[in-house]
């Protein structure tokens, strides 16, 4: 950073003292981090953004600083000057930048007094998150929020700096605007001049960056803040920053190949190599292997079909199972130990998941020891064996049912039997997804991406067999962007609506203004969104979005620092023309 201007307050940054500095006059600005008091002599670590300085107060030297120094308290704010002086031997700290150095207090003054923190500011201690959030303004003073506020700061800098070389032009779209189907529940915002008439927050500016493709913009991207408004559900915010990006003539490489080294640059910012290409794998082949969509390649572990090992089985579950079109898989789990309380524990937790049962085995050097070994054959095991590449002492799980249940049971399980923490980085494009999954509660198509996703397939056939031309990028098991080519056809878009039971007048209504753009000539166009939020979390190695954001939300949408949300007042609801029915025997909420 550059050095600040001087003014009464500092000349210098704390945390840029440095030896060549020795013998000036030098003056700083900051909070108490630490006070000791030791031998006569008092020491105080000033804090500013940049760093640590000692400040040293010495009775013989500057009586009255000293004795004023004697009452300071950490996280009071004070102006010091002095002259930067060398730290005897013994004193220097060499885990600190400035750890050479100390400033010598001739005078200071206290700018402002703290009152105690709720928590200590100057370690890393575990403070719950409520209270975080409630004062995360002294939060933000730690280090470690400090230095993830900073990345962020990066990793967006550096966005821009790559997509601004590439041609992209950075386009603000509106926050008050209309519905945007991403398939979650809209916030609303009632409209007091057109009352009855509702903005919706947008869930992401899809729509919008669709327009500026019809308008001939060609590359677009914006680091915008979307809002979807979920149940409660882990490390999700109701509001979150997108990098959404839309080119035109582009084909699923032409956004992929811009992506790579886009994704290759944050990294870098967050000091992790990356080579490219970025590995592509289909979506049914993560399913396969991983049994996941987000599949964290680094647990190794991969799912196996089997059903070659078992086609003419005596073992009914198995035969029967493959017999009916469904498939027989597993997986080997090489470390662990694997007592039999834990194996039913296993098979309890893959029935709550859908499956009739786990089959488990442990490989003997005769074979295997397993409840159902009795119903195998040798060959039927010695081929299994193979295919899992299994050897003696290992546990071996096998789920024999219908594809999609096999996949999930053993994704997860796949997840619970790894051991330790897996090392360095995966990142992995998903590409060639099914075009809709089937809600068994809504008994209805739901679009895997969104209904702007460009199908491919006999669109004249089952849509259950239709393939998208979207895809995703996965970083370490976490989906961290996602996109698609677009339907730059109208009727082509009407095609995916009626598959989603919107029919034409349904879509008129709720996207006409889309499909009229369609109408004017729209080029073939495609994008891109990543989860910035998510990116940073990742790079900084925090487990949680919340650590990537300077004022989150706890995961039930409460802001504990504002009291957001909260009721306002009668008035403001009239204006509004809005009536609030209040929940029986629930809290205020207008
Ligand atoms: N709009 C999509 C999303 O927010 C991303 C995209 O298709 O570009 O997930």
Request: charged share 30%; net charge negative; aromatic share 8%.
């Amino acid at each position: 950073m550059k050095p600040p201007r001087a003014n009464r307050y500092r000349d210098c940054w704390a945390g840029q003292l440095r030896a060549d500095a020795v013998g000036q006059t030098r003056r700083v600005s900051g909070w108490v981090h630490r006070r000791r008091d030791h031998g006569g002599l008092i020491f105080i670590d000033l804090r500013d953004r940049t760093g640590l300085i000692q400040l040293v107060f010495r009775p013989d030297e500057s009586p009255e600083a000293h004795e004023q120094a004697g009452r300071l308290r950490a996280e009071d704010v004070l102006t010091a000057a002095g002259p930067i002086e060398s730290r005897d031997e013994a004193n220097v700290n060499p885990n600190l930048p400035t750890g050479e150095v100390e400033l010598n207090v001739a005078s200071f003054e206290l700018l402002a007094d703290a009152d105690t923190p709720p928590f200590p500011i100057d370690e890393d201690t575990e403070v719950g998150d409520e209270l975080r959030l409630r004062y995360r303004y002294l939060d933000l003073r730690r280090e470690r929020m400090r230095r993830n506020i900073e990345l962020r700061h990066e990793v967006v800098q550096t966005i821009r700096g790559h997509l601004n070389e590439e041609g992209f032009l950075e386009i603000e779209t509106p926050i008050l605007t209309r519905s945007t189907p991403e398939g979650a529940r809209d916030y609303l915002v009632p409209s007091r001049l057109q009352r009855g008439s509702w903005y919706a927050l947008p869930q992401s500016p899809q729509l919008f960056k669709q327009l500026l493709m019809v308008s001939g913009f060609e590359r677009y991207y914006q680091i915008p803040r979307c809002f979807r408004d979920e149940d409660f559900r882990a490390d999700r915010q109701p509001e979150f920053t997108q990098l959404d990006m839309e080119l035109s003539f582009v084909e699923e490489d032409d956004v992929i190949e811009v992506c790579d080294p886009l994704i290759r640059s944050v990294l870098a910012a967050g000091g992790i190599e990356l080579e490219l290409p970025i590995e592509r794998i289909s979506y049914d082949d993560a399913m396969l292997r991983y049994g996941t969509d987000r599949p964290d390649r680094r647990l190794g572990m991969e799912i196996q079909d089997l059903g070659e090992a078992f086609a003419g089985s005596e073992f009914k579950v198995f035969s029967g199972a493959l017999a009916g079109g469904g498939v027989v898989r597993g997986l080997r789990a090489r470390e662990g130990e694997f007592p039999r309380s834990r194996m039913d524990a296993l098979t309890e937790r893959a029935q709550a998941l859908g499956a009739k049962g786990l089959v488990w085995a442990v490989v003997e050097a005769e074979g295997w020891r397993s409840p159902i070994a009795k119903f195998l054959g040798a060959e039927e095991i010695a081929r299994a064996n193979e295919l899992l590449d299994a050897r003696e002492g290992d546990a071996l799980f096998v789920v024999a049912d219908e594809p999609v249940v096999a996949a999930k049971v053993l994704g997860e399980l796949r997840l619970e039997l790894a051991e330790g923490e897996p090392e360095g980085h995966d990142l992995v494009w998903v590409t060639d997804f099914p075009m809709f999954g089937w809600s068994e509660d809504e008994q209805r198509f739901d679009a895997l991406h969104h209904p702007f996703t460009a199908p491919l397939g006999d669109l004249d056939g089952d849509p259950a067999e239709w393939r998208s031309r979207g895809y995703d990028v996965v970083m370490d098991g976490w989906e961290i962007g996602g996109g698609s080519i677009r339907n730059h056809r109208a009727d082509i878009q009407q095609k995916v609506f009626d598959a989603l039971g919107i029919g034409p007048e349904e879509a008129g209504e709720r996207f006409g203004f889309l499909l009229d753009a369609l109408r004017y000539g729209a080029p073939p166009h495609g994008g891109v969104a990543f989860g910035l939020d998510r990116i940073v979390a990742l790079l900084a190695g925090e487990g949680s979005i919340r650590d990537a954001i300077a004022f989150p939300k706890t995961g039930t949408g409460v802001d504990p620092l504002t009291g957001a949300p909260a009721p306002v007042d009668e008035r403001q609801l009239r204006e509004l023309g809005v009536k609030v029915e209040r929940p029986p025997g629930g809290s205020p909420s207008g």
